[in-house]
């Protein structure tokens, strides 16, 4: 069964797209068949992999304004192994949608298609409060949470909580917190510090995950239009995306070990 996760904070400028490209970048290279369905307008999902779509191509935004759109229509290749690009429509501002019902996206991603060629579906959801963001966490069965260790993007954290919280309790009952992931980690800076100990004695110790540190060849990378595992291979940044990578699998793996042994 293809596995959804959603990368969301409600704060911007949190490392979701940077987290979504080079997670999809380290899982592809792991045998992991993953779709990148980018779901913010700004389109940085797609950029992180050099996937720019022409104008008037299919994107991922048909889902919300063409009855019966098939997602495999705006899916692009790109150069790393194992990974796909559903890349955004820039111009989308949600007045052209026609299916504003919280299963359009779920519709398109459980399809017999998308389970066919993908194990894993990565989405890049928009940090506002809008029928996409609540369309991907309906769609997802767990959601990853980047978050700048400081006061403001810990307030998106807790914005996201309670989205989430009414999400899993009326729609997706299947719905789960993977983890919070800090970026940008500076773990000898007091206020990092504190604001993950801080997060961890709220949301728990047990989901805060090891974290990515600051390392400006993440924002190179990023202008270079490549996942950071292909421009500095030996960077801190390509370490510690491998580092999550194992960390998810284990979590993946642990939530598959019950299914596996349930009595037949």
């Not at 359009?104 to 579906?121: K, M, N, W």
Request: hydrophobic fraction near 45%; charged fraction near 20%; aromatic fraction near 4%.
């Amino acid at each position: 069964m293809t596995t959804i996760l959603a990368i969301s904070n409600r704060k911007g400028g949190s490392g979701k797209s940077t987290t979504s490209v080079n997670l999809a970048a380290e899982c592809g290279a792991r045998g992991r068949r993953t779709l990148l369905v980018d779901l913010d307008t700004q389109g940085h999902a797609g950029l992180g992999f050099g996937v720019v779509p022409e104008r008037d191509a299919p994107t991922a935004h048909h889902v919300f304004t063409s009855p019966d759109f098939d997602l495999q229509a705006a899916i692009r290749p790109t150069a790393c192994a194992g990974v796909s690009v559903a890349p955004a429509d820039q111009l989308f501002d949600g007045t052209t949608a026609l299916d504003r019902s919280v299963s359009a996206l779920q519709r398109c991603l459980r399809s017999p298609e998308i389970a066919a060629r993908f194990d894993l579906v990565i989405l890049d959801t928009p940090p506002s409060l809008d029928m996409i963001l609540v369309n991907a966490l309906a769609a997802a069965e767990g959601v990853l949470v980047p978050m700048i260790p400081h006061a403001l993007s810990a307030e998106g954290v807790r914005q996201l909580a309670r989205l989430f919280f009414r999400i899993a309790t009326t729609v997706n009952s299947g719905l789960k917190v993977v983890g919070l992931l800090p970026v940008m980690l500076n773990v000898h800076t007091n206020h990092h510090r504190e604001t993950m100990q801080d997060i961890a004695r709220e949301f728990g110790i047990e989901r805060v995950l090891t974290g990515i540190r600051t390392d400006i060849r993440l924002a190179e990378a990023f202008a270079a239009r490549k996942p950071v595992r292909d421009y500095a291979p030996l960077s801190r940044g390509t370490a510690d995306y491998g580092l999550l990578a194992d960390e998810l699998t284990a979590v993946w793996q642990a939530d598959a070990a019950p299914a596996a042994h349930a009595p037949s």
